[in-house]
């Protein structure tokens, strides 16, 4: 059994963050493990604003060090890190391990966070976290930040974008161009450095997507984990993404989350069991 872990904050409405990876990896049938970070809560009451809790530095470590005991780990992936503390915690703890796939989800804001971009956080990411990155995965609005190149709108913008985030250390760069690209296809770009690729799919119209961020990086993580090669890996986590996408789901009044069980068809599992 792979082992594969998630250093991430907590979604409690059960759609995005360390919620999504755990229900992607068992969709891939790796066996996961999840060290929290924060704890990201919304209020119904105020319009559905988030509120991230941070976690100390010293619990994450506690947590990291649990998940390590025994044989190693064949992939991780981090989301939401809370803080540029628990970023060096984690670091400091993984430049000690060896750990082959290290899928880097630049996670720096979500939707209707009002602690919206934390700059230590963005300092700590590029300084610390994208130079272990086997792959990290922005969206486009995270791109134009960790690129210092604003606002993107176009291919070539993405192109240069990739360049810039390839030379802040991450091995491979997946931008995920999604509806912000005002394309009619939902258009990644991938880049080794050496290569562009773009990988596309149809662009579903639908409000029911949160989650779909972190539910590609795992998706990547738990493929990369089963020895799929790097384009490979990411072109499964388009493909499953995108069935997730398709048969999202509304959760409650506010917010409708990707379906995590859509690709292996999970319907069926569920009437199987009554
Ligand atoms: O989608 C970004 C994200 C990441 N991690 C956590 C989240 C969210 C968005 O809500 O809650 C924990």
Redesign the pocket.
């Known amino acids: 059994m792979k082992k594969v872990l998630t250093i991430?904050?907590?979604?409690s409405t059960g759609g995005?963050?360390?919620e999504a990876d755990l229900k992607t990896f068992e969709e891939y049938g790796v066996f996961g493990f999840a060290s929290i970070t924060?704890i990201?809560t919304m209020d119904p009451k105020t319009g559905w604003s988030?509120e991230v809790t941070e976690l100390p530095a010293e619990l994450l470590l506690k947590q990291l060090i649990s998940a390590f005991a025994g044989s190693g780990m064949a992939a991780l992936k981090t989301?939401?890190m809370g803080n540029d503390a628990n970023i060096l915690a984690a670091v400091d703890f993984l430049d000690k391990q060896q750990v082959e796939n290290i899928v880097v989800d630049p996670?720096i804001a979500?939707?209707?966070?009002a602690q919206i971009l934390q700059p230590e956080v963005v300092t700590a990411i590029k300084k610390y976290l994208l130079p272990l990155a086997t792959i990290t995965t922005p969206n486009l609005v995270e791109t134009g930040i960790l690129a210092e190149l604003g606002d993107l709108t176009n291919l070539t913008d993405m192109k240069k974008a990739a360049r810039a985030i390839w030379q802040q250390g991450a091995k491979n760069v997946v931008i995920k161009g999604g509806h912000r690209l005002g394309s009619d296809k939902a258009i990644d770009l991938f880049y080794d450095g050496a290569e562009f690729v773009t990988f596309e799919n149809e662009l579903y119209q639908t409000d029911f997507n949160?989650?779909a961020?972190?539910t590609f990086a795992a998706a990547v993580t738990a493929g990369l984990a089963k020895g799929a090669p790097m384009r490979r890996a990411v072109a499964m986590a388009k493909q499953f993404v995108a069935a997730a996408i398709k048969e999202g789901v509304q959760i409650n009044p506010y917010v409708g989350h990707v379906w995590h069980g859509a690709y292996n068809k999970a319907q069926k599992r569920m009437e199987a069991i009554q």
């Open positions: 991430a904050g907590s979604d995005a963050g360390l924060s990201v988030h989301g939401m996670v979500c939707k209707g966070t949160h989650g961020g972190c």
